[in-house]
């Protein structure tokens, strides 16, 4: 179930800046669209990677990718786990080709 909460966040993010149309605020936009998806589920402190650095740079047709990273001690739901170490994380990574027309 984590996992598919991290990869529908993914998917979030990185179709925040690859629509026609999409405002201009890049990873910042990314980082609040993944952050406020993940809001209702009680789950933080999630790393998110943009490639490239400034998404809604990318040209029509060229690829943005988008990897949320979730420590899976920032899952709060979930019970302690007793046969994996401490660093485990949770980690999904979706990538689409801008559909920005030049």
């Given at each position: 179930?984590?996992?598919?909460?991290?990869?529908?966040?993914a998917r979030e993010?990185?179709?925040?800046?690859?629509l026609d149309g999409a405002t201009s605020d890049g990873r910042d936009g990314?980082?609040?669209?993944?952050?406020?998806?993940?809001?209702?589920?009680?789950?933080?402190?999630?790393?998110?990677?943009?490639?490239?650095?400034?998404?809604?740079?990318?040209?029509?047709?060229?690829?943005?990718?988008?990897t949320v990273s979730i420590p899976f001690s920032q899952v709060p739901?979930?019970?302690?786990?007793m046969f994996v170490g401490g660093d485990m994380e949770f980690s999904s990574k979706v990538t689409v080709r801008s559909e920005t027309v030049p």
């Open positions: 179930m984590v996992q598919q909460i991290n990869t529908n966040a993010g990185v179709r925040r800046v690859v990314v980082l609040n669209e993944v952050t406020e998806y993940l809001y209702g589920t009680g789950i933080g402190g999630v790393s998110v990677t943009v490639s490239p650095d400034s998404p809604d740079s990318a040209g029509w047709g060229e690829v943005v990718t988008v739901w979930l019970p302690t786990p």
